[in-house]
């Protein structure tokens, strides 16, 4: 049974900061990739950032710069720091664990945390 639960979500100012916390459990965290997804009412989920299994990063543009994402493979979790935000950044925030395995990608997703920046 795989768990990914994220958190660290909530209301926060334009300009101000949060970091979002995914902690797994029922897998081997370490062998994989993790990434962040977000999604705003009535609009398509999309990319945010990822880091391999090996620790490359890499991010979406808007939050390039602004946003960090890390993982500590001894604590099974992935982090998002979320700095400078903004009103566009409103979403659910969703963690995503992914692995090759034959002829398709075997993934999971957490049930995702609500991030509102607004004054």
């Known amino acids: 049974q795989v768990q990914l639960v994220e958190s660290g979500g909530g209301l926060v100012q334009p300009g101000g900061s949060l970091r979002l916390s995914c902690a797994a459990s029922?897998?081997?965290?370490?062998?994989?990739?993790m990434e962040w997804y977000r999604q705003a009412p009535g609009k398509q989920r999309e990319w945010v950032a990822g880091?391999?299994?090996?620790?490359?990063?890499d991010y979406e543009a808007s939050v390039k710069g602004r946003f960090t994402i890390s993982r500590d493979n001894a604590k099974n979790t992935v982090y998002l720091q979320m700095n400078s935000l903004k009103p566009e950044d409103t979403a659910v925030y969703y963690c995503?664990?992914?692995?090759?395995?034959?002829?398709?990608?075997?993934?999971?997703w957490g049930q995702g945390t609500q991030v509102t920046v607004s004054s």
């Open positions: 995503k664990a992914a692995r090759g395995g034959g002829p398709h990608e075997w993934s999971y």
């Open positions: 880091i391999t299994s090996g620790g490359s990063t």
């Open positions: 029922g897998l081997i965290f370490s062998i994989h990739d």
